[in-house]
């Protein structure tokens, strides 16, 4: 089922300003997918689509078996803590997410993807590249790897449109957590003629595999972000009571 961009913003819209609003206090238990979806007569892969929109941007917290929580501290922007989509990241920083140079098929498992999914390696997997641009400047060239049975290659050109993790989400796999692994580095040939940049602009290159709440990696992903097109933020807590 394909769920329209606008429905979806429209109610995460309306979840948001409803918690802004201070209906849902923090640490509050918000009313469950079905309810929230019956009582805005939509369908509960929409709602739960939304919901996932306003987890990538920190303002709920979902717990399997327990159900979604106003988070306790308001969302900072690009808190590193956060696993956001480039489209959300983009957006928050006040610029126009958009897409070029789509590619996508099946290609073998690289090591590190074939590890993340219990495959060997070489075999076939779904695989997505793109270059992601705010305000029509190429900010990030970005690799997806999904498993065939989760994301079909015939899938993927119009996925590339949008959020991978909104696709997911509406195929009953909504990525729970990442671990992630941020390393500088150099554009080299290829990387920097995609991203229209001289050979050696400085880079982030950040490294993801994401899980559903069981646990299982629905979706590796490595991203070349150019160094000054963001800043990014990270909550840092402590020390507190453990250097008195």
């Given at each position: 089922m394909t769920i329209t961009r606008s429905l979806?913003?429209?109610?995460?819209?309306?979840?948001?300003?409803?918690?802004?609003?201070?209906?849902w206090g923090p640490g509050e238990r918000m009313p469950s997918e079905p309810e929230l979806a019956r009582l805005s007569t939509v369908s509960r892969s929409s709602m739960r689509s939304a919901i996932a929109m306003l987890e990538e941007e920190g303002y709920v917290q979902r717990r399997r078996g327990s159900g979604t929580y106003v988070t306790h501290r308001p969302a900072l922007p690009n808190d590193l803590g956060r696993n956001f989509g480039v489209s959300s990241l983009i957006a928050s920083s006040?610029?126009?997410p958009g897409t070029v140079e789509q590619r996508s098929g099946v290609v073998g498992a690289p090591p590190a993807v074939a590890d993340a999914f219990g495959l060997a390696e070489g075999d076939p997997v779904s695989w997505l590249g793109r270059v992601r641009t705010?305000?029509?400047?190429r900010v990030v060239e970005a690799t997806d790897w999904c498993r065939i049975e989760h994301l079909a290659p015939e899938e993927l050109p119009e996925i590339s449109k949008g959020s991978i993790y909104d696709a997911l989400a509406a195929r009953g796999m909504a990525v729970d957590h990442g671990v992630a692994r941020l390393t500088p580095g150099n554009a080299d040939g290829e990387i920097a003629?995609?991203?229209g940049v001289p050979t050696g602009t400085l880079l982030l290159t950040i490294d993801q595999v994401d899980r559903t709440a069981d646990g299982v990696a629905v979706l590796v992903s490595r991203e070349h972000h150019l160094a000054d097109a963001f800043a990014f933020t990270l909550l840092r807590r402590g020390p507190g009571?453990?250097?008195r």
């Amino acid at each position: 089922m394909t769920i329209t961009r606008s429905l979806r913003h429209s109610l995460a819209q309306e979840l948001r300003a409803r918690i802004r609003s201070g209906e849902w206090g923090p640490g509050e238990r918000m009313p469950s997918e079905p309810e929230l979806a019956r009582l805005s007569t939509v369908s509960r892969s929409s709602m739960r689509s939304a919901i996932a929109m306003l987890e990538e941007e920190g303002y709920v917290q979902r717990r399997r078996g327990s159900g979604t929580y106003v988070t306790h501290r308001p969302a900072l922007p690009n808190d590193l803590g956060r696993n956001f989509g480039v489209s959300s990241l983009i957006a928050s920083s006040g610029a126009r997410p958009g897409t070029v140079e789509q590619r996508s098929g099946v290609v073998g498992a690289p090591p590190a993807v074939a590890d993340a999914f219990g495959l060997a390696e070489g075999d076939p997997v779904s695989w997505l590249g793109r270059v992601r641009t705010a305000n029509g400047r190429r900010v990030v060239e970005a690799t997806d790897w999904c498993r065939i049975e989760h994301l079909a290659p015939e899938e993927l050109p119009e996925i590339s449109k949008g959020s991978i993790y909104d696709a997911l989400a509406a195929r009953g796999m909504a990525v729970d957590h990442g671990v992630a692994r941020l390393t500088p580095g150099n554009a080299d040939g290829e990387i920097a003629r995609r991203l229209g940049v001289p050979t050696g602009t400085l880079l982030l290159t950040i490294d993801q595999v994401d899980r559903t709440a069981d646990g299982v990696a629905v979706l590796v992903s490595r991203e070349h972000h150019l160094a000054d097109a963001f800043a990014f933020t990270l909550l840092r807590r402590g020390p507190g009571e453990e250097e008195r």
